[in-house]
């Protein structure tokens, strides 16, 4: 029992510590997600081979590992459980493990691994001690993210669901060209998705595509705020400048690294 309670501290310490040691892992495990979220891309739109099988299983064992252990440190399981980024994570793992079985049949799935990128506190919580671009602009950054993983997402759906359907889709340029031209509602209509899902699954690009241009757009072209909750009103975004809060003019004192 004691070996196990020292194991388990010592992993912890590695995945939530503050230490350089467990950014550096944690900035390895981004790196290991950069690089699966590549091979996904790279291999969802050709025929699974043997060598890409065997890889699929041995990044599903990895990803499987890390989600068991982040699990068994989890001060509330069920808690991580009911997270998104859990659940993807999960249907990713069950997408490799069965990709010998039913082949490129859920392939789209494996882009969901994109979420873990940024979306982890003790990631995020790295990157604002360490890097002071992504302090300015991390709400531009998490945006940007979030889009990119949508647009890989339903690229991926759009490919899997038309391929074989669609004679305007031969390959994961044209699903992707498709996808970018519908979310900017460009709409050349060179390319359509044929059948009633098709259609509806237009309609859900460009509504939640839009939204998601919005939402970027406002990120990066509105002034840039900073985060520090107000001690009697909790507003949390002033202006970097800022010496009292807007809402009820308490005075604040929000830290800034000084001058250049």
């Not at 599903?60 to 659940?87: C, E, G, H, N």
């Not at 493990?97 to 940024?118: E, H, K, Q, S």
Request: glycine share 6%; hydrophobic share 50%.
């Amino acid at each position: 029992m004691a070996e196990e309670r020292s194991l388990r501290k010592s992993l912890d310490l590695l995945y939530n510590g503050r230490s350089r040691k467990a950014a550096r892992f944690r900035y390895g495990l981004i790196g290991f997600d950069l690089f699966t979220i590549g091979f996904f891309l790279a291999t969802t739109p050709v025929d699974p081979t043997p060598a890409i099988l065997v890889a699929d299983i041995a990044i599903a064992l990895v990803i499987l590992s890390d989600f068991l252990i982040r699990l068994w440190i989890a001060p509330s399981k069920p808690r991580m459980l009911l997270q998104v980024y859990t659940i993807a994570d999960l249907l990713v793992i069950l997408s490799l493990l069965l990709a010998p079985i039913f082949g490129d049949t859920f392939a789209f799935l494996r882009v969901l691994r994109a979420l873990r990128l940024v979306h982890s506190y003790h990631v995020l919580r790295d990157l604002r001690r360490e890097t002071a671009f992504f302090r300015r602009h991390e709400e531009a950054l998490v945006s940007a993210v979030n889009l990119a993983v949508f647009i890989f997402v339903v690229t991926a759906l759009v490919y899997v669901l038309q391929v074989e359907r669609n004679p305007a889709i031969e390959g994961y340029v044209d699903a992707l060209y498709f996808t970018v031209a519908t979310l900017t509602t460009t709409g050349f209509g060179d390319i359509t998705l044929q059948g009633g899902g098709g259609r509806f699954l237009s309609v859900v690009i460009m509504v939640v595509g839009v939204a998601l241009f919005l939402r970027l757009a406002q990120t990066i072209f509105r002034p840039q705020k900073v985060r520090y909750a107000c001690p009697d009103c909790g507003l949390s975004r002033h202006d970097p400048d800022a010496v009292h809060c807007k809402h009820c003019g308490r005075t604040i004192k929000i830290e800034t690294e000084g001058e250049a």
